[in-house]
């Protein structure tokens, strides 16, 4: 499976057959294009190779599949989520809202937070791309955390995980909170790691 | 001072001079300019009275002020903030982070997440916009709410009660994470009361 971070550079443009890094770039624009109007369940690989004219093996190739092929997509994240729930769910689950607050501030700042900004606009704009984040960041990354640890609930404290996580990409990348926007990850990760605890592990009545 | 929920209606437009109602919807369309500007600091009464072409004096007649005429025009909440802030602080201050979340989610379903989701566009794409909100909310509602009850930190406290606070409008009215959007507010209040207790008094570290 590729890595979806660093990329072997492929060789130049070369005539009209696309290259590599042309055919990546295809799949890429097709995707937040196919993922926007289906929502990210129904959204096919096949529908998205088609409509960047490639063979569906190459969504396989350059990204390892739909869900690193949304993150990187539409959520302009350099991580396989596969490879962020591995992470996160690595440890002692006492420490785990804390691991997960960590993990969103580190992709996030690493990329300046992103696309967050963008993709905030996007879901406040149109109904499909709210229905593609809220399906991938529900059914593929928190669920999966959620499941790891077994709790009443799970759909519920998945959400109100949700609700946090979001708030602090907001906070830290669009509105633009001080201190909140500049704190360092240590200081935010001990301040809302517990909250994400409780809400996955903890008494939410 | 008059309050923003209920206005007495006023007679029919007639003529040239604005009426009442008019006056009220200049005003709200002048705000709207002159806050997403100038910010809520900069922006003064006298500026959005010329801008509406009526009296600043208008203002405090129809609105009661910056703060509830900001609330109303950019938020578009029924509520005039210092009232907000005042039924939050009414009572023992370890039930402060449950009224809080009670307070702005019934504030909020009222009128079915508001202008939530145009706030969220508006913070996405002009900066201005973002500054009102964060100088509105911080130091109009939260510090107040922060500074009632005394701790460390108070300005990173407001900000992380605002990054959980943001998240539940973002998960409940735009990303619409089911079951947290469709939750009775008991239960969300009960959740997340406790989170936002913790970021006003508890321990943060």
Redesign the interface.
């Known amino acids: 499976m590729v890595s979806t971070a660093e990329q072997p550079t492929p060789a130049k443009r070369r005539g009209r057959r696309p290259g590599g890094q042309d055919t990546r770039a295809a799949l890429l624009e097709a995707a937040r294009e196919v993922f926007a109007e289906h929502g990210f369940e129904r959204a096919t690989v096949r529908a998205i190779a088609g409509r960047a004219g490639v063979d569906a093996a190459m969504v396989n190739h350059w990204f390892g599949g739909k869900d690193a092929l949304f993150a990187q997509a539409v959520l302009k994240l350099p991580v396989n989520p596969a490879d962020l729930i591995g992470e996160v769910l690595d440890g002692p689950v006492e420490g785990l809202g804390e691991r997960l607050a960590r993990r969103f501030l580190t992709v996030w700042d690493a990329t300046e937070g992103g696309s967050f ?2 993709l ?2 996007s ?3 149109h109904d499909e791309a ?1 229905t593609s ?2 399906e991938f ?2 059914h593929h990354v928190l669920d999966k955390v959620a499941a790891g640890i077994s709790t009443d609930r799970p ?2 404290r998945a ?2 995980c ?7 990409g ?3 990348y ?8 500049t ?1 360092d990850i240590d ?1 935010l990760a ?3 790691g ?2 994400l605890q ?2 996955l592990t903890g008494d ?2």
């Open positions: 900004p963008a905030v606009r879901i406040a704009s709210a984040l809220r960041l529900l759909a519920l959400t109100l949700a609700s946090q996580i979001v708030g602090m907001m906070a830290r669009v509105a633009k909170f001080e201190p909140f926007s704190a200081t001990a301040a809302v517990p909250t409780r809400y939410i009545d």
